[in-house]
């Protein structure tokens, strides 16, 4: 999966833990892109079992989604948590953990892991 789509899952998922239910307006807005580009990755998403949309129907993370989403938190948060323990500002830090999350492999991060565990 690309990281555009991965950013629109994590919105869909965002939005959802906030008790909203998602629209293309709302994950719009949250990335800052426009309506059709929502509606193009919508499509994508649900051609993979992400999320099921229906034209003007809310749109709901599959289990499959809601997998993948908790995959992606998992990732942001501990990154983000890794970065601020270095000593990074928390902005740089959650910025930092948006673009690394996309792009690093499974063993790196488990090895990041284990460093946040073992300094706890």
Do not use: W
Not at 16 to 29: C, F, G, L, M, Q
Not at 42 to 71: A, C, F, S, W
Request: proline share 3%; glycine share 4%.
């Amino acid at each position: 999966m690309t990281k555009s789509l991965e950013d629109y899952l994590e919105a869909i998922g965002f939005l959802s833990e906030e008790n909203k239910t998602p629209r293309v307006i709302d994950i719009a807005k949250r990335l800052g892109l426009s309506k059709p580009s929502v509606h193009a990755a919508l499509h994508n998403l649900v051609d993979r079992g992400m999320i099921e949309h229906e034209h003007y129907g809310p749109i709901q993370l599959t289990e499959q989604g809601k997998i993948k989403y908790q995959e992606l938190k998992e990732k942001h948060e501990s990154l983000t948590a890794f970065f601020i323990s270095l000593g990074v500002s928390p902005d740089v830090a959650e910025s930092d953990a948006c673009a690394i999350e996309h792009v690093i492999s499974d063993e790196s991060f488990e090895k990041i892991k284990e460093l946040i565990k073992e300094r706890k």
